[in-house]
């Protein structure tokens, strides 16, 4: 069970808001490392809200614990399908339980992962340096 108030949320709209929370609550957002991006990105720091961004994303996601009243509320979990891949707003899912844990803990691998000691300076590597070159139709990689 989750004892801490939490709203984390993945976005990939540039023009997302995140709701104020109660004091003490632990708030994240993961968003695209892009140009569109940036101006949110500037709405969360100067809001003191904890971000990073990731070079692709592809869902929107709120976990929270944050229930009526600013009171702690049992683990949620919201997804959905960005409105980028399938140009209209799929339904979202809620789960609870060991799912929305599950989610919780990739969230929290995902913060881990583009934590600001790691690099995230990229050389691309052409796919003939990694894979079989009868793989490179499946690829998609130019020749």
């Known amino acids: 069970m989750e004892t801490r108030l939490l709203h984390w949320v993945k976005t990939t709209n540039p023009h997302s808001t995140i709701p104020r929370q109660p004091p003490g609550t632990d708030v994240r957002v993961l968003l695209p490392l892009a140009p569109e991006f940036e101006p949110l990105a500037?709405?969360?720091?100067?809001a003191g809200v904890a971000f990073?961004?990731?070079?692709?994303?592809?869902?929107?996601?709120t976990i929270s614990t944050v229930g009526d009243g600013a009171r702690l509320a049992p683990l949620r979990a919201t997804a959905a399908v960005a409105t980028l891949v399938n140009g209209?707003?799929?339904d979202p899912v809620t789960v609870h339980g060991v799912d929305a844990t599950a989610a919780r803990d990739a969230f929290e691998m995902m913060w881990q992962a583009h934590d600001e000691s790691v690099s995230?300076?990229?050389t691309p590597v052409a796919a003939a340096d990694l894979v079989p070159v009868d793989w490179l139709p499946i690829c998609h990689t130019r020749r």
């Open 120 to 122: 995230t300076a990229w």
């Open 88 to 90: 209209v707003g799929a």
């Open 52 to 61: 990073r961004q990731v070079r692709y994303w592809l869902e929107d996601e």
């Open 42 to 46: 500037t709405r969360l720091t100067d």
